[in-house]
T-cell receptor
Framework: GAGVSQTPSNKVTEKGKYVELRCDPISGHTALYWYRQSLGQGPEFLIYFQGTGAADDSGLPNDRFFAVRPEGSVSTLKIQRTERGDSAVYLC????WGRGDNQETQYFGPGTRLLVL | KQEVTQIPAALSVPEGENLVLNCSFTDSAIYNLQWFRQDPGKGLTSLLLIQSSQREQTSGRLNASLDKSSGRSTLYIAASQPGDSATYLCASANAGGTSYGKLTFGQGTILTVHP
């Protein structure tokens, strides 16, 4: 595709429910990142995939959060037993290699706005 | 742990003015420093990327500088226009560990350029 896409664009759910957020990276990009952005703040890192494996999940806030990328392309962020504090914009980004090349730009999707009532 | 701070939090200027946005970071072990633009309700658009070995990068009316020793970067916008109104975010790509290129963001500067 032309850019990173994320679905749904908006998600409203009730406290305690399970949600899945999807990210389609730019075709051919090996690295995929998830970030979370609260109102008035910069994005915060959640998890990073190099291919199919999660190379760094140190930003996941707790074990209610989980992400997969089974075929090395599309990724799904899964949140169990949602809480009101999970409300935020969830951003996905991809880059070509994710090797730490100092020229590598991350390309961001439009985000999924999650509201937990 | 890397910390990135942006000053000012908000800036309002008349059209045509030249302006400077500031970004500071605590850990100089970075691969690069990136500047992004975010429009309301939208994702991030990459503006400039400065490699750790570089001092500055330019794109059109934008110029970004990097001083690793002092932990600072600045984004200079020349001849500002109302269309430049947006939130500007800086982010460092942190070196080391297993998370190549993991970005640490500042909280952003909200820029308003009025006609």
């Amino acid at each position: 595709g032309a850019g990173v896409s994320q679905t749904p664009s908006n998600k409203v759910t009730e406290k305690g429910k399970y949600v899945e957020l999807r990210c389609d990276p730019i075709s051919g990009h090996t690295a995929l990142y998830w970030y979370r952005q609260s109102l008035g703040q910069g994005p915060e890192f959640l998890i990073y995939f190099q291919g199919t494996g999660a190379a760094d999940d140190s930003g996941l806030p707790n074990d209610r959060f989980f992400a997969v990328r089974p075929e090395g392309s599309v990724s799904t962020l899964k949140i169990q037993r949602t809480e009101r504090g999970d409300s935020a914009v969830y951003l996905c980004a991809s880059s070509l290699w994710g090797r730490g090349d100092n020229q590598e730009t991350q390309y961001f999707g439009p985000g999924t706005r999650l509201l937990v009532l | 742990k890397q910390e990135v701070t942006q000053i000012p939090a908000a800036l309002s200027v008349p059209e045509g003015e030249n302006l400077v946005l500031n970004c500071s970071f605590t850990d100089s072990a970075i691969y690069n420093l990136q500047w992004f633009r975010q429009d309301p309700g939208k994702g991030l658009t990459s503006l400039l990327l400065i490699q750790s070995s570089q001092r500055e990068q330019t794109s059109g009316r934008l110029n970004a500088s990097l001083d690793k020793s002092s932990g600072r970067s600045t984004l200079y916008i020349a001849a500002s226009q109302p269309g430049d109104s947006a939130t500007y975010l800086c982010a460092s790509a942190n070196a080391g560990g297993t998370s190549y290129g993991k970005l640490t963001f500042g909280q952003g500067t909200i820029l308003t350029v009025h006609p």
